[in-house]
């Protein structure tokens, strides 16, 4: 099939990785708690790729992503949870759902903000994500499983490696060929300048549109994967400072560049959660003193993504 | 056969009237040249045609059809292209990359033949990127069809949003200000252009330029606009000799 065929190298890749990964995984090597973070890695990068279709490819700024990321998440704690999920098949349409449910939120919600640009824009997905964390916060009102601020506890431990490196591929591949179409020139176009977008003929209501509800379904899926991969869920985890996460990983991977989205999510995760077991315990706090120097050299040194050594 | 119809056109902007009344019909084939002092109301105008502003009063018909409130993203659709005074390229995209979208608005497949790379998908980017090829040596800029469209000069800009906007197949095309910062060379070389394109896309050219001697060479007729009003419309010669448009616009002759 030309779907596999077209990708072959990539394919090769993700399998060379995948052997890799899970002989360190079953061999010891990799203790279950980097293990959690090799995984927590990839759904991350899963979830900023969203984020780069809707700010780094559309160019519409989002401040609201992890948004998103919770929505697909609870639901995915809650069906899983109240359905007695337990294996990946029956998971797998659970995911899907809870891509589709954040993808919907995210249709429903961007088409009265999608009309607003950058700044403006920005302020509205912050309200949202906002609203979405309140929600969060008081969801025990609603039904006491959700947990409200206490969290939500119990979800069971679904996610493993090999779901999530082929669903990851997966969406990668499809996200590749998005871009290659006519789709993917339609959103750049419309980053660059709208209303020559829209001289040229291009709906860009609609396609802004579309990005967003893509974006917000990559999102979902990450969400999704991320409450069963930790079994618990915290409405912390979600508010603007997650969100701030996601935009930092999409500005150093380079905005519209999958590959560095991908590289940036590895190398973020694995700089908090590294410096954590690098660092002796009474100095930790000072992880926050190094991620953002270390930040601020990378952007010093690579301005447009760590993959792009001059604009062109 | 009246390609385009403006009847009372009427546009303001708090208490300013940029376009006051303004009526005027393009017939098919010809070369409408549109002229007035700055702040005259001329891109207003071209705005108003091409449905960024909707007007405050008035109508606007192409081909018989009521174009007034269509959405401004449409109108390519339905043959009417347009350029801009200050030139709108994407400028991080390539000059291929300028062009091919606005082959491929028209191309029909959808996002799952994109996915799975059908067929019918592989055929039509194919045929889009031999269209673009196509524009893009007409225009002279085969061997920049890689370059961002930022990196070229600026007369290769300009041609370059010429292309882009005859990707779209118009039937008409609003042209704003091409001849805006060139020496009288380029000039010359542009009107050649803009012949050219007439006759090979067989075109109705509505154009808004300072450049006289650009304008007065190329147009079938012309309107002369002064204060978002019409004053005349006629030949180039007609325009030449009229009192009214020398005083608003040509300037008298000292004696």
């Given at each position: 099939?030309r779907?596999f065929r077209?990708?072959?190298q990539f ?8 052997v890799v ?7 010891g090597?990799a ?6 973070i090799?995984q927590?890695?990839i759904i991350?990068a899963l ?5 780069n ?5 559309t160019g519409?700024?989002s401040?609201g992503?992890?948004a998103?990321?919770?929505i ?7 069906i899983t ?8 098949f029956?998971?797998?349409p ?5 891509g589709?449910?954040s993808g ?10 999608l ?16 609203l ?7 969801s025990d009102k609603?039904?006491?499983?959700l ?8 979800i ?7 779901l999530?490196l082929?669903v990851f ?6 996200t590749?060929y998005?871009i290659?179409?006519?789709f993917?020139l339609?959103?750049r ?9 829209t001289?040229?003929?291009?709906n860009?209501?609609?396609m ?6 893509y974006?917000?379904m990559?999102a979902?899926c990450g969400?999704?994967f991320y ?28 905005m519209?560049n999958?590959?560095g989205t991908i ?12 410096l954590r077991i690098v660092?002796?315990?009474?100095i ?7 991620i953002?120097?270390l930040?601020?050299?990378i952007?010093m ?6 993959m792009?050594?001059k604009?062109? | ?8 056109l009427e546009k303001?902007?708090?208490?300013i009237?940029?376009?006051d ?5 393009i017939?098919?084939?010809?070369v409408f ?6 702040g005259?109301g001329k ?10 502003y909707t ?7 192409f081909?018989?059809k009521?174009?007034t409130d269509i959405?401004p993203y449409?109108l ?5 292209s ?9 400028g991080?995209?390539t000059?291929?990359e300028?062009?091919l979208p606005?082959i ?6 959808n ?7 059908t ?5 039509m980017?194919k045929?889009a ?8 040596e ?6 920049k069809?890689?370059y ?15 292309a ?6 118009p039937?008409?095309i609003?042209?704003d200000?091409?001849g ?6 380029e ?19 509505a154009?808004?330029e300072h450049?006289?001697?650009?304008i007065m060479n190329?147009s079938?007729?012309i309107?002369?606009m ?5 004053i005349m419309t006629g030949?180039?010669q007609e ?7 020398i005083?608003a ?5 000292l004696d």
């Amino acid at each position: 099939m030309r779907f596999f065929r077209e990708s072959k190298q990539f394919i090769i890749v993700m399998f060379i990785l995948y052997v890799v990964l899970k002989i360190l995984f079953i061999s010891g090597m990799a203790s279950p708690y980097i293990q959690q973070i090799i995984q927590y890695a990839i759904i991350i990068a899963l979830a900023s790729l969203g984020l780069n279709i809707i700010y780094g490819f559309t160019g519409q700024f989002s401040l609201g992503h992890a948004a998103f990321y919770g929505i697909g998440a609870y639901t995915s704690a809650y069906i899983t949870k109240m359905f007695g999920i337990d294996n990946i098949f029956s998971y797998i349409p659970v995911l899907m759902l809870c891509g589709i449910i954040s993808g919907l939120i995210g249709f429903l919600i961007g088409i009265p903000i999608l009309k607003l640009k950058d700044d403006f824009l920005a302020i509205a997905t912050l309200g949202f994500g906002t609203l979405v964390r309140v929600f969060f916060d008081n969801s025990d009102k609603i039904t006491d499983v959700l947990g409200g601020s206490r969290g939500f506890v119990g979800i069971p431990k679904i996610t493993n490696l090999d779901l999530v490196l082929v669903v990851f591929a997966f969406i990668v591949i499809i996200t590749r060929y998005m871009i290659k179409s006519r789709f993917g020139l339609f959103w750049r176009c419309i980053k660059e300048d709208e209303l020559a977008a829209t001289s040229i003929g291009i709906n860009t209501a609609n396609m802004k549109l579309m990005a967003f509800t893509y974006g917000c379904m990559l999102a979902g899926c990450g969400g999704a994967f991320y409450a069963n991969l930790y079994s618990f869920l915290h409405p912390s985890n979600f508010d603007i400072l997650r969100s701030i996460d996601f935009l930092i990983i999409v500005i150093i991977g380079g905005m519209g560049n999958i590959t560095g989205t991908i590289y940036a999510s590895i190398i973020w995760v694995g700089f908090i959660e590294g410096l954590r077991i690098v660092l002796p315990s009474e100095i930790m706090d000072l992880r926050w003193v190094v991620i953002p120097v270390l930040l601020i050299c990378i952007m010093m040194w690579r301005p447009y993504g760590i993959m792009v050594k001059k604009p062109r | 056969m009246k390609i385009l119809e403006v009847m009372e056109l009427e546009k303001n902007f708090g208490g300013i009237k940029a376009v006051d009344n303004i009526s005027f019909f393009i017939e098919e084939g010809e070369v409408f040249g549109i002229i007035g002092p700055n702040g005259a109301g001329k891109t207003t105008l071209f705005n108003l045609i091409s449905g960024i502003y909707t007007p405050d009063k008035g109508k606007i018909f192409f081909k018989g059809k009521d174009i007034t409130d269509i959405p401004p993203y449409m109108l390519p659709h339905f043959g009417i292209s347009r350029t801009f005074q200050n030139m709108r390229l994407f400028g991080s995209l390539t000059v291929l990359e300028n062009i091919l979208p606005a082959i491929m608005v028209k191309n029909s497949y959808n996002i799952f033949q994109a996915i799975f790379r059908t067929g019918s998908y592989l055929d039509m980017e194919k045929d889009a990127y031999n269209r673009a090829c196509e524009l893009i040596e007409f225009f002279g800029l085969t061997e920049k069809m890689e370059y961002s469209a930022s990196s070229l000069s600026y007369g290769e800009q300009r041609r370059l949003e010429l292309a882009r906007a005859l990707a779209t197949e118009p039937t008409l095309i609003l042209i704003d200000e091409p001849g805006a910062g060139m020496n009288p060379k380029e000039i010359w070389d542009l009107a050649l252009m803009i012949k050219a394109i007439k006759e090979k896309f067989s075109l109705t050219i509505a154009i808004i330029e300072h450049q006289m001697n650009l304008i007065m060479n190329i147009s079938d007729r012309i309107m002369v606009m002064d204060f978002g009003e019409e004053i005349m419309t006629g030949t180039p010669q007609e325009v030449k000799k009229d009192k009214r448009v020398i005083e608003a616009y040509l300037g008298e002759e000292l004696d």
